[in-house]
């Protein structure tokens, strides 16, 4: 490993530091903290609705395995449920299978939650 990065294949190294302390154009810090609202906002309710759907399919068949969903591309495509973006064609069936599993327990948990979905361009 080049003893100048900062990541392995195995391994990313995360820096902490207050807004002010990045770089940001002072013009720019209004932009910056409504991003960091809104992905911390969708992060909390990607936890929460993926809860919400393991519950649901836990309630309805006690014995389902859901050892299938506990994984990065499920949680991302959870993630990706609860913002207003432009979808392109899932191409990988596990994707496609993720999104219609995922959609049929969506609208309930908007409607029970009032969450607002965020436009992202």
Known sequence: ?????????DRIITVKSSITG?????SSLTTLHNFVRVVHTTTKHAYYFSKYIFLNELQADPQCDLKEYINKEFFAEVWLSLVDY??????AE???KYRNYISRYL???LNITNYQRFRLK
Do not use: C, F, V
């Open 22 to 26: 990045i770089g940001w154009k002072q």
């Open 107 to 109: 609208p309930s948990y």
């Open 1 to 9: 490993m080049d003893e100048a990065s900062l990541s392995t294949k």
């Open 94 to 96: 596990k994707a496609i």
């Open 86 to 91: 432009t979808k392109g064609n899932a191409r």
